[in-house]
């Protein structure tokens, strides 16, 4: 079992960037996907980037395409989310998700472990 915690969170002006991390703990992280999603208040969790299990494939939503990478250090049991050019439209709660391919991704949220949660707040 894998356990999550992000950080990197804050207050940033638009047009600008923050950079995200989740620690992971547990012996299976490295073969896990790794995951990021993101939930405005009232609006249901919607994908934002992913990578798999060894960090070959990656995906993301169109609305952040060339604008979010994701990537991951096995070896440090971390996973970043490097985010550019933020839009008021990026400011929700940010979560990180680890799970099996196709049980924790894009497509499949049913199997996956959450962390707790960082907030990303961009100004206009």
């Known amino acids: 079992q894998v356990q999550l915690v992000e950080s990197g969170g804050g207050l940033v002006q638009a047009g600008g960037f923050l950079g995200l991390s989740c620690a992971a703990s547990g012996r299976t992280f490295g073969s896990y996907t790794m995951n990021w999603f993101r939930q405005a208040p009232g609006q249901e969790r919607e994908f934002v980037a992913g990578t798999s299990w060894n960090g070959a494939m990656k995906y993301y939503a169109d609305s952040v395409k060339g604008r979010f990478t994701i990537s991951r250090g096995n070896a440090k049991n971390t996973a970043y989310l490097q985010m550019n050019t933020l839009q008021s439209e990026d400011t929700p709660v940010y979560y990180c998700?680890?799970?099996?391919?196709?049980?924790?991704?894009?497509?499949?949220?049913?199997?996956?472990?959450w962390g707790q949660g960082t907030q990303v707040n961009v100004s206009s």
């Open positions: 998700a680890a799970g099996l391919t196709d049980k924790c991704d894009n497509n499949h949220t049913r199997g996956c472990t």
